[in-house]
């Protein structure tokens, strides 16, 4: 009951903060995405849409983890890397906020070819940060992983834990983190930093044996294959719904306080993969466990309750079911 009522409450003050944007936006307020033709990057453009804003996606279209893109036609798109500054410079003038998703998503590709993951998670997270800066951006808002706690923290994980980066693409999303607040502190370029927590729902990556597990077993399972569980299956993950996600990501448009910060986006409950399996329902089978991931993570959410009055509203039973 508690819990449905601060849902409650929340959902009122984020449909308010949601008409102020929209009264605002009358003005047209002008948004870039980068990673926006993508599973999360594609639902934050349609929101933002919704909402009124004049919206840019680059997006080179590479990941081999989506069935297809997502493209609205409201949305200029350009289809260019975040590696080329040069190419992507032009695209930033007279832009207002800046959403960072473009990336190397996958923890095991970045172990088979870390200088890609470095090149574009690093390398192309400070040329967007870059081109923010020259451009007078207000605001840039990164998507980074839970990843970066690793094996030594306890859950529920806190933003002030250390960070313990177990694989090339945790190291290059940490990295990118630090560089966000370093513009922050150093060159004044408002960022926010979202760790978010194993994020599903509508448009996810379902393609490749190292898709995301519940788009993965989804898949499997209409195909009427087992589902492969890695190793016993008793490692577990916090799964946060990819609207409560957009919903993070509009209202750190306004919030006045996390500049230069990390805040997690997790629902703070976690299940097992063989949690997942009984949920879903079918067969299963266990493959070899991989390296390089983490054990158990869960999120601790004060942070984002605190800053952005952002609870999670969506649950991963009523998806499921």
């Known amino acids: ?24 936006n009358l003005f047209k ?62 695209l930033f003038n007279g832009i207002d906020y800046v959403f960072h ?36 951006v207000k605001r840039v808002i990164y998507s980074s992983t839970s990843s970066a706690y690793g094996l030594i923290n306890e859950p529920p994980l806190v933003e002030t834990m250390n960070d313990d980066c177990l694989n090339p693409y945790s190291v290059s ?21 979202f760790r978010y927590f194993n ?13 995301p597990v519940i788009g993965l077993f989804l898949r499997q399972k209409e195909n009427g294959e087992p589902m492969t569980v890695v190793g016993d299956g008793l490692q577990t993950r916090d799964y946060t719904h990819v609207n409560d996600v957009v919903r993070a990501n509009i209202l750190a448009v306004d919030c006045k306080e996390g500049i230069g910060e990390v805040i997690n986006i997790g629902t703070g409950k976690n299940y097992s993969v063989l949690d997942l399996v009984k949920l879903i329902g079918g067969d299963y089978i266990h493959i070899p466990p991989r390296i390089g991931e983490s054990r158990f993570t869960k999120a601790n959410n ?15 039973e009523d998806y499921l079911s």
Request: glycine share 6%; proline share 3%.
């Open 1 to 24: 009951m508690v819990y449905e009522v601060e849902c409650e409450v929340n959902g009122f003050i984020y449909s308010i903060i949601l008409y102020l944007i929209l009264i605002k």
């Open 29 to 90: 307020m002008k948004a870039l995405v980068t990673g926006g033709a993508g599973f999360i990057g594609s639902n934050l453009v349609d929101s933002l849409i919704d909402l009124n804003w004049d919206v840019i996606v680059i997006d080179d279209l590479s990941s081999e983890a989506h069935e297809q893109f997502y493209f609205n036609d409201k949305v200029e798109y350009h289809k260019v890397s975040i590696v080329n500054y040069d190419s992507i410079r032009p």
């Open 101 to 136: 998703l473009a990336a190397e998503s996958r923890i095991q590709p970045a172990i088979n070819n870390p200088t890609y993951a470095v090149t574009v998670n690093t390398v192309g997270t400070c040329n967007v940060l870059q081109c923010a800066r020259e451009s007078g």
């Open 173 to 193: 999303k940490v990295s990118g983190e630090k560089l966000c607040k370093m513009y922050s502190d150093l060159f004044g370029l408002e960022t926010i930093t």
């Open 199 to 211: 994020v599903y729902g509508p448009r996810q990556c379902t393609r490749g044996q190292y898709a």
């Open 302 to 316: 004060d942070k984002a309750k605190r800053i952005l009055n952002w609870t999670p509203t969506e649950s991963l």
